[in-house]
């Protein structure tokens, strides 16, 4: 944790039985929600929902038990947020990848208990934009990010709530909501493909930007009996990811014989679908995401 930063500062923002802030993983302040409909995490860090779980469910959101949390470094896993571009900066390689909203500690705004769950706002601002970011938790998480140009000319951007989902075993998952969408495969130099009439299923590294798309996306996870559904608003792109193998063992903050644990559902506007506003415009995102029995196949 840094230095000036102390937990107490946060008491304020306690709601009494469902609600505080507290020393989460390496000291790093998390809001944490425990009520009757679910328990959760949310870093200052990044703003990064770090654990859902609804009750009488098993985690939703993934987190790598490898993951480092300085307050420097991206959590691995959660719901990071990408912003103000995705992957490697296009025209400056050595900027971090993701841009910086992931990286950087985030204002607590507010915090309050409501009939869909307990509601937790962010803000930030970033290269000339302000950032509002409310994440819900109830039996529902449901996220919802609004940027905003303050600059006085037109900028362009791209985001991304690049969510981690727990699953059993991802050689038994499925990602349905995607068919016959184009994407541009980037385990095959961005080659343009389209789904066809299959939902995505995994047995390789899957890195895929799917375009021009608000579908819902619905995980099936085989080997945990679940069924997890992703829908979504104000984003026209969908990321799905599962590094496998080699990507897995590449990674350092990723246990080597973590990645059948995990798939990446990210709700986007990035590529053919990065958003360019007009000074004082916005654009709203938002996910919500709800879990449900599944038969096991
Ligand atoms: O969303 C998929 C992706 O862009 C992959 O290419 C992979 O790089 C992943 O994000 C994780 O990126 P990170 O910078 O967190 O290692």
Redesign the pocket.
Known sequence: MQENQSIEQWSAFAIPGVLSVEAGEGGQPRVAVKSDVCEGHVYLHGATVAHWQPRGEKPVIFVSRSSIYDGVH?I?GGV?I?FPW??PNESDPSL???GYA?TKAWELVGTRDTDTGCSIAFATDIEGFHLDYTVTMGQKLHMVLNVTNTRDVEQTYES?L?TYFHVDDVKRASVSGLENTEYLD?VDGDARKNQGNKPITFTQET?R?YVDTQATCVLTDAAGKRVVTVAKTGSDAT???N?WID?AAA?G??GDDEWPAFC?I?T?NVKDNRVTLMPGGSREVTVTIGVSEGAGG
């Open positions: 991206a691995r990071p990408c995705f992957g971090p990848s993701h992931r991304a690049h980037k890195d930007v990321v799905v990811w590094p990507k990674l903050d990723l990446c990210e986007c």
